[in-house]
């Protein structure tokens, strides 16, 4: 099967400053991929080896960030064979359905069975562009995957688990499937992966899915310091205890 | 000022008469589309929608088969906002909706507000590092909400104008099974006391303990992300935070939690947060009405002792 795994590559939201005004600095943050893509790329991995297959990882962004030659490695050593790179500077503040578009604008120039993306990005969490990808292309969608079966070149048998329950789908192909972040536990790549993804090819894509953006952003502000008392006791002993059950009593818990 | 119309859109009726008095609030119209018969629609006819359009869902379809359908039944007014329910169906729904009115989703807000004729939605991005206020810029919006979220109680109004939906489903893709859970899901959202559990707790069996003092606060049991994705102790619909559980309970005590940014964004709306953490540098100190730096393995059992 011919598998393509959705990438993210977002700044480190462990990095971000937070400037006295309350905006954000991303200046000093570091580039990673985006943490629900892990999945996604494990998912391709595996299924890539099942079905004697390939996997091709797929990014879009800002050119400065693809360009990052660490972060490229870090993906083709995650088991894609190739990595496909769609540089966008047009805007960098995506809306979701303008990040599907370009990648369902890439999608038309490549071969695939199945699309994996991730549960959500870890910057923006909308959990709605694999959806949208698919949606926009006529494919079926399918979100919260959390196993896959190949029951055929044409046919995947998957597991969706609700939130009050598990179903199985049988889903026709080409499909894009949106996976859960419980469905694997994200390898760490071995030193021989991390060797062998600086051989693997990088290609660049040029499409042709300039679209309006459909939100504007007002304002970005790290939430405003919330009034806690912040009354701290250091012990754990009877008083200690005491004074926690005062101050439940006190707020009339 | 309030906009023209608000469609809901939600698979869980439970939501609907808080989302419809909270759409009231914003908008002259409120439709509710509801996924089941008529007579199911007829039942939740007091949530405070000015109409009800229900899709009758077959037993073996789904009510994302339904989404071209709700979209044309939008398109119907000139422009609208679509609020749809944060649960893994309602994202399907609302990404399929979006592309079939070319717009994008707003996922996760936390707030709603219309102010000079424009609809605000608020949300936290990187992961609670921040809280981004944004507008639609096309004449229709989709944005996700969990329950919780509108402070409004239901005011009841029946709703008369109840009728099915004009399109027909499509796309369905087989089923082969379906398992509902058994347990009763929590339900976290509307908790008005939380035992909010993290990476201190050594062993799953010391749930136990905890819930033991959930039990004595009548509070329900909520956990950080790694409790639930990687340790697998809870169910991943118990995690709080920004990509998790979003909650705003009166009381909220923490456990051997750090207080991460991302979990901080999901958990600081609560009236009143306890921490107990042996780690006197946890960021969850500062963000604590009230703290003990102890061993929550002294502290829980002594507490329960003394709440018996």
């Given at each position: 099967m011919k598998i393509i795994a959705c990438c993210k590559i977002v700044p480190n939201e462990e990095e971000i400053s937070i400037l006295p005004n309350r905006e954000l600095s991303m200046t000093g943050a570091s580039l990673k991929i985006s943490q629900y893509d892990l999945n996604a790329l494990e998912t391709g991995k595996q299924l890539a080896s099942e079905t004697n297959g390939t996997m091709t990882a797929l990014s879009i962004g800002p050119a400065a960030s693809l360009a990052n030659s660490k972060i490229r490695k870090d993906i083709l050593s995650r088991g894609a064979d190739e990595l496909s790179l769609v540089p966008d500077d047009s805007d960098e503040c995506f809306d979701s359905l303008q990040t599907a578009k370009a990648i369902a604008g890439a999608l038309k120039l490549m071969e695939y069975d199945v699309v994996i993306c991730g549960a959500g990005s870890s910057d923006l969490y909308a959990q709605e562009v694999g959806i949208q990808a698919g949606t926009l292309l006529g494919i079926p969608v399918m979100n919260n995957i959390t196993g896959i079966k190949v029951l055929s070149e044409s046919t995947l048998l998957v597991e969706r688990t609700l939130e009050n329950g598990v179903e199985a789908l049988e889903i026709p192909l080409p499909a894009v499937l949106s996976v859960s972040s419980e469905i694997n536990i994200p390898a760490v790549p071995s030193m021989r992966d991390i060797m062998k993804a600086g051989k693997k090819p990088v290609n660049e894509l040029t499409i042709e899915a300039k679209t309006d953006a459909s939100t504007q952003t007002l304002e970005q502000l790290a939430p405003a310091a919330q009034d806690r008392r912040q009354e701290i006791i250091e012990g754990d002993g009877e008083e200690a205890v005491s004074a926690l059950v005062q101050f439940l009593k006190k707020e009339g818990f | 000022m309030a906009i023209p119309s608000i469609f809901i859109v939600s698979d869980n009726y439970s939501v609907l008469p808080e989302f419809c008095c909270g759409a009231k609030t914003l908008a002259d119209s409120v439709t509710a589309i509801v996924f089941g018969d008529e007579t199911a629609a007829k039942a939740a006819a007091n949530c405070s929608a000015d109409k009800i359009i229900f899709c009758p869902v077959a037993e073996e379809g789904a009510p994302e088969d339904y989404a071209s359908a709700i979209a044309a039944e939008i398109k119907a007014v000139p422009n609208a906002i679509v609020l749809v329910n944060n649960s893994i169906r309602g994202h399907l729904l609302a990404g399929k909706i979006s592309v079939y009115l070319d717009t994008a989703v707003i996922s996760g807000a936390n707030n709603l507000s219309v102010e000079e004729d424009k609809f605000i939605c608020s949300r936290m991005v990187y992961g609670g590092t921040a809280q981004r206020k944004e507008i639609f810029t096309k004449p229709y919006g989709i944005v996700t909400i969990a329950g919780g979220i509108f402070d409004v109680a239901p005011a009841g109004g029946e709703t008369t104008d109840i009728r099915a939906i004009e399109g027909a489903p499509e796309g369905s893709i087989p089923r082969i099974s379906r398992n509902e859970k058994k347990e009763g899901a929590v339900n976290l959202a509307a908790a008005k006391r939380i035992i909010d559990i993290g990476r201190?707790?050594?062993?799953?069996?010391?749930l136990d303990m905890c819930r033991k003092l959930a039990k004595l606060l009548d509070a329900e049991v909520g956990c950080s992300r790694p409790i639930a994705e990687n340790n697998k102790w809870m169910p991943k619909a118990c995690y709080l935070g920004i990509t998790g559980v979003q909650v705003k309970p009166d009381l909220i005590v923490t456990l051997g939690l750090s207080g991460q940014v991302q979990h901080i964004g999901g958990i600081n709306k609560s009236k009143v947060i306890i921490a107990i953490n042996k780690d006197k540098a946890a960021p969850i100190f500062k963000n604590a009405d009230f703290g003990l730096v102890g061993d929550m393995y002294k502290i829980v059992p002594a507490l329960i002792d003394k709440l018996s």
């Open positions: - | 201190g707790l050594a062993a799953e069996e010391d």
